[in-house]
C-alpha cells in the first residue's frame, strides 16, 4: 500500500515542492518509478510506470497529450525491473525477489516469514 502511494504522492510532490524550487531539481516521478522497479522486478515497475505517468499527464501544468508520459514511464519500469535481474543474476521476471532456496535479511522465504514454529 505504501509503494502505491509513493508512485501516486509522487507527481504531486513533484508540482508542489520541486518545480518551484529556484534551482529545480529531480524528476521524483522517475526516481519513484525507477526505484520501485529495482526493488520489486519487470511487471510492478511496468504497471508503477503507467500510474505514476497517468497521474503526472493530468497535473498541471498538463500540455493535454495524456499518455505519453504513462508510455515512457512504462517502458522505463519494465526496463529497469528487468536490467536489475539480469544485472542480479536471477532469471526475468525474478528480480527483486529472493531466490526460493535462499535466506536473507530475517529468514525470509518465499514471501513469507519462516519463523520459530512455522513450517517451511
Sequence with gaps: MGLVLLVLAAPLLQVLLVNRAP????????????WLALVRGPVWGCVAGLAAGLAADVTPPADGTVGRTALVLAAVGLLTGLLSGLL?????????????????????????????????
Design 23 to 34: 534551482w529545480g531539481g529531480p524528476d521524483l516521478v522517475t526516481l519513484a518509478v525507477v
Design 88 to 120: 542480479s543474476g536471477l532469471p526475468p521476471g525474478r528480480a527483486g525477489r529472493w531466490p526460493a532456496g535462499g535466506r536473507a535479511g530475517g529468514a525470509w522465504r518465499e514471501g513469507r516469514r519462516a519463523g520459530p514454529g512455522r513450517a517451511r
